[in-house]
């Protein structure tokens, strides 16, 4: 809910504040090339970013080809899978909790699940995004390179 309220401001209320704040980052003016392209894309990558979740909510709203329904979607899959991964790991711990004995075992499942989400946190999404920013990098740079062979 705080994510789509910071959208909504974002576009609406907060709109010249956002854009002052952030229209000067060089990484938000790559983003607004590649979201004109696949915008639905972009928001997915924006949410499983390692950026704070305050940037890529208010960052999200100032890229027009981003709708409603594509921001909820990302925020969804990316909340959604965050949420059942943390409820599990508190229902495992209330568990060996209210034990007294030692003997639940290990959870194989849960294991697996942390270990996914260390691998996408650490290896996955960082990668994912230089990639991405090298490709906007690589796009940008004929352009500079035709205004300058045009001003000569």
Known sequence: F???LAFGLGRGALKTMVENKL??????KLVQTSTKENPLLV???????CFPETVKNFG????????????VLATGIHGWTFTALWTYLGVDTATRLKDTTD???????????????????CV???????????????????SQVRKRSKKK
């Open 2 to 4: 705080r994510s789509a």
């Open 60 to 71: 999200s709203s100032m890229l027009e080809p981003i709708t409603w329904w594509m921001f």
């Open 23 to 28: 229209s000067k980052n060089p990484f938000l």
């Open 43 to 49: 928001v997915i990558l924006i949410k499983l970013s």
């Open 103 to 121: 003997s639940v075992p290990a959870d194989l499942r849960l294991q697996v699940l942390l270990t996914l989400a260390l691998i996408n946190g």
């Open 124 to 142: 996955v999404s960082p990668l994912s995004m230089f990639y991405w920013m090298k490709t906007l990098k690589k796009q940008r740079q004929p």
